[in-house]
């Protein structure tokens, strides 16, 4: 199998690479009461990556072929689908009291993995994708902010990821292997087994409970207190049983949550869970959220600025200012935080692309050209990225050039496992470009790339 159709065949494994257009209007409302959206953000991922990447290598797997999800759910949940796909919920993330109890769960999920537990169900994936309209947000969590729904950054496509995490439906001998693999990943990678067993232990409770009242994810992980003590025995004969986090990661933990509260709780939440009288940086940034979604625009602009007085070379307080004022109808005034966060983060694509939206919604000379530029950067650093080869379908439409621009929609739909679409815009895109150049021969690979996978493609 070719590298582009084993790289189809995995997303469409994956969850739902359907793409329907979402109400940004409705699905807003959905994030804001606590629905499901998936959600991308370059801070966050940034450090779960920091947390996942030694695991992923000492379990045998190459960090850059696992696929995180982030699904804007309060529900504690956590799964794998479709190989190398981990989903992560935000109420399972903002749960954890320390990192290691993190890494611990992302752990015993790569567990799963490694392990091909879901090898089976990976075939049945296709039948279990129409239940959920889940929003591909691109931003920092946008769709949740938003006052207006309508001018949330990225709301496009869907992806029906919760149908993925139903699948992941465990037996109890699974699970002890699972722990087990942990526990030996932890230690190979000189860290403690201890937050996975104290995350489990703090949830005990969850088996007295009836299937309705527990928690999704130990609906589908089986726990039992045998379970628990087995693990807990095995991590404390561990050398690095008592290792301590380290302050670093202890304080991007509390930011990461705090980043989450602010954006997927309601404000009222977030001033109690961070009151004024908590100065603390991680409180600052949850308030400066909630001010914003408690339209108390003025009020949020001056603690990003302070906070961006204290850390100026933070690209993330960079890009939430502008994503604040983009949405809030300043999209001039948003050019200059995007382009700052660009160039303290240049390799870092999830900024780069509403930077390039930016670009493309300012209307002054050169304006579309810098915004291809910005873009194709972009794409050349993260490919499966469907919202900035849509912009760049649109930056390349308007400069008159048709065969770059279906050749970026026909990128779009691969990357979102479309591949009737993709076949059908690389087919265009083929007439249109110069014989023998890249943007030709890339063209034919997404052809026969879709063609090789349609044909694979299990048949209801």
């Known amino acids: 199998m070719s590298r582009h159709a084993a790289k189809a065949k995995r997303l469409l494994a994956a969850a739902a690479l359907a793409a329907l257009l979402v109400s940004p209007q409705g699905d807003g409302a959905q994030a804001q009461g606590g629905g499901g959206s998936i959600i991308?953000?370059?801070?966050?991922?940034?450090?779960?990556?920091?947390?996942?990447?030694?695991?992923?290598?000492?379990?045998?797997?190459?960090?850059?072929?696992?696929?995180?999800?982030?699904?804007?759910d309060k529900d504690l949940n956590a799964g794998v689908a479709g190989g190398q796909n981990m989903l992560l919920n935000t109420g399972l993330i903002i749960r954890t009291k320390n990192?290691?109890?993190?890494?611990?769960?992302?752990?015993?999920?790569?567990?799963?993995?490694?392990?091909?537990h879901l090898a089976r169900r990976d075939e049945a994936m296709p039948a279990a994708l129409a239940t959920r309209m889940i929003t591909y947000g691109l931003g920092v969590l946008a769709a949740v902010a938003a006052p207006d729904p309508r001018a949330a950054v990225g709301l496009f496509y869907s992806a029906d990821y919760f149908a993925a995490l139903q699948l992941a439906s465990y037996t109890r001998v699974q699970e002890s292997a699972a722990d087990q693999a942990a526990a030996k990943y932890l230690e190979a990678s000189g860290q403690s087994g201890r937050g996975l067993a104290d995350f489990f232990e703090n949830l005990r409770s969850q088996e007295v409970f009836s299937e309705a009242r527990r928690y999704a994810y130990f609906r589908s992980h089986p726990l039992s207190g045998d379970r628990?003590?087995?693990?807990t025995a095995k991590v404390q004969a561990g050398a690095h049983y008592n290792k301590p986090d380290s302050p670093e990661l202890i304080e991007k933990h509390k930011i990461m949550v705090a980043k989450l509260r602010g954006f997927m709780n309601f404000p009222v939440q977030t001033f109690q869970e961070y009151p004024d009288t908590d100065q603390s940086y991680p409180a600052r940034y949850a308030r400066a959220i909630a001010y914003y979604k408690n339209s108390e625009i003025d009020r949020s602009f001056k603690e990003i600025d302070l906070l961006i007085a204290e850390s100026p070379k933070n690209p993330y307080l960079h890009e939430l200012k502008a994503q604040f004022l983009f949405e809030s109808g300043k999209v001039a005034e948003s050019e200059a935080p995007y382009r700052r966060s660009v160039e303290l983060a240049p390799n870092e694509p999830?900024?780069?692309t509403p930077f390039g939206q930016t670009l493309l919604a300012i209307n002054r000379e050169g304006a579309v050209d810098e915004a291809i530029t910005v873009l194709e950067k972009g794409v050349a650093l993260e490919r499966d990225n469907p919202?900035?080869?849509?912009l760049l379908a649109e930056a390349y439409e308007r400069k008159g050039d048709a065969g770059m621009a279906r050749l970026a929609v026909a990128e779009q739909n691969f990357a979102l496992g479309q591949l009737p679409s993709a076949r059908q815009f690389g087919i265009r895109a083929r007439e249109l470009l110069a014989e023998g150049t890249p943007q030709y021969r890339r063209a034919i690979d997404i052809i026969?790339?879709?063609?090789?996978?349609?044909?694979r493609r299990p048949r209801s």
């Open 387 to 390: 919202m900035a080869w849509r």
């Open 350 to 352: 999830l900024l780069r």
């Open 448 to 455: 026969n790339a879709s063609e090789t996978s349609l044909m």
């Open 99 to 116: 990192p290691n109890e993190l890494i611990g769960v992302i752990a015993h999920e790569t567990g799963h993995m490694a392990l091909a």
């Open 228 to 231: 628990i003590d087995r693990l």
């Open 40 to 72: 991308t953000d370059a801070e966050i991922e940034n450090i779960l990556r920091e947390y996942t990447d030694p695991i992923f290598r000492t379990a045998g797997l190459a960090p850059e072929d696992v696929k995180i999800y982030i699904a804007g």
